[in-house]
């Protein structure tokens, strides 16, 4: 079977059509170029080697959307590693079962997130764990005993990829558990291409000079795609909110980054059009595509942004797909 690996198709294949110094992310007002995301995926997987995890195995990640979260994602799965970003909003005995389900090998956290440490070690103190502290000002990168921080990873040298295929595991992704217990779906590697290919260039007619901006997270199915698959498959730039949304700050990010592909659900986008007034948004004159999700369609609508006013009004359906 032909190798295929995500990761590379998402990373190298940009950076061999030569767009290495082109903007991948932008977080906290700083760009961060597809040419330090693959360093930054290298030290990665350098970091499962020197923790002794390798292919196959399973890595619960607990992170705040960050560039950071995005190198643990491709670097996992550059070293056929399986990686498995979960809820920030679960408590420790919820991480704790689904480490114990997924059978981990490793975890890692965001500062936030550290107290989960405990329950997840009292249910498999094998774990091996990272620190990735990504406060503002690093003051907390004080990580606990029998803990890897990740400052002490620093070597960011090439990597090989693993000689993976589209049918093998890539990433897992955990239910909501609204029906019970959560339950893992596997991903595999051609999944992230076949998405981006029917939604991101057949419908979005993505480019690399679009500009992302998502409100679900990274370790949502949509979060994903819309902060990782489709930027990265496309070359474009995508712009990362750490914190919890909440439609003031959201604007307030729209405001200053000006994106052109906007992805929320219908509750959000009445939030946003709430608070405007209240917050009179200094958006630029600009025209964004806004990906709506509901439960069983995703519309794609072209939306006016107008200074001071906010969303003047949507015009026409591009778009939409049955899920």
């Known amino acids: 079977m032909e190798t295929y690996n995500a990761a590379s198709w998402l990373l190298d294949r940009n950076i061999a059509a030569g767009l290495a110094d082109n903007v991948a992310v932008r977080y906290r007002g700083q760009d961060v170029s597809y040419g330090a995301v693959q360093r930054l995926v290298w030290r990665v997987q350098r970091a499962l080697a020197d923790?002794?995890?390798?292919?196959?195995?399973?890595?619960?990640?607990?992170?705040?959307?960050?560039p950071e979260m995005?190198?643990?994602?491709?670097?996992?799965?550059?070293?056929?590693?399986?990686?498995?970003?979960?809820?920030?909003?679960?408590?420790?005995?919820d991480v704790a079962a689904i480490v114990a389900d997924a059978q981990a090998s490793g975890l890692v956290v965001s500062t936030e997130y550290l107290h989960v440490i405990e329950p997840v070690r009292s249910t498999l103190d094998s774990i091996r764990v990272v620190h990735?502290?990504?406060?503002?000002?690093?003051?907390?990168?004080?990580?606990?005993?029998?803990?890897?921080?990740?400052t002490a990873f620093t070597d960011d040298t090439e990597m090989p990829a693993a000689d993976t295929t589209a049918e093998s595991s890539a990433f897992w992704l955990y239910s909501s558990g609204t029906t019970g217990?959560?339950?893992?779906?596997?991903?595999?590697?051609?999944?992230?291409?076949?998405?981006?290919?029917?939604?991101?260039?057949?419908?979005l007619e993505v480019t690399p000079t679009d500009r992302f901006l998502?409100?679900?997270?990274?370790?949502?199915a949509y979060g994903l795609g819309n902060s990782l698959t489709f930027p990265f498959g496309a070359g474009a730039t995508v712009n990362l909110h750490p914190?919890?949304?909440?439609p003031a700050a959201i604007g307030q990010l729209a405001a200053a980054e000006a994106?052109?592909?906007?992805f929320a659900v219908p509750g959000f986008v009445a939030g946003i059009l709430d608070k405007v007034f209240d917050i009179r948004?200094?958006?630029?004159?600009?025209?964004?595509?806004?990906?709506?999700?509901?439960r069983d369609t995703c519309q794609v609508q072209s939306i006016t942004f107008v200074p001071t006013l906010g969303i003047r009004d949507a015009f026409g359906t591009i778009g939409k797909l049955k899920f």
Not at 243 to 246: F, G, K, M, N
Not at 259 to 262: A, D, Q, R, Y
């Open 214 to 220: 998502s409100v679900a997270k990274l370790f949502f």
């Open 181 to 203: 217990l959560s339950k893992g779906v596997m991903h595999a590697h051609g999944n992230m291409q076949a998405t981006f290919d029917t939604y991101a260039r057949s419908v």
């Open 281 to 294: 948004f200094s958006f630029a004159d600009l025209v964004i595509k806004l990906s709506i999700f509901q």
């Open 70 to 93: 995005i190198a643990w994602i491709l670097g996992c799965m550059r070293s056929g590693v399986v990686a498995v970003p979960i809820s920030t909003m679960l408590t420790g005995s």
């Open 259 to 262: 994106p052109t592909l906007f």
């Open 51 to 66: 923790i002794g995890v390798v292919r196959d195995q399973r890595v619960v990640i607990v992170m705040n959307d960050s």
């Open 243 to 246: 914190e919890r949304p909440t």
């Open 132 to 150: 990735v502290d990504d406060s503002d000002d690093g003051a907390h990168d004080a990580s606990p005993n029998h803990i890897e921080k990740w």
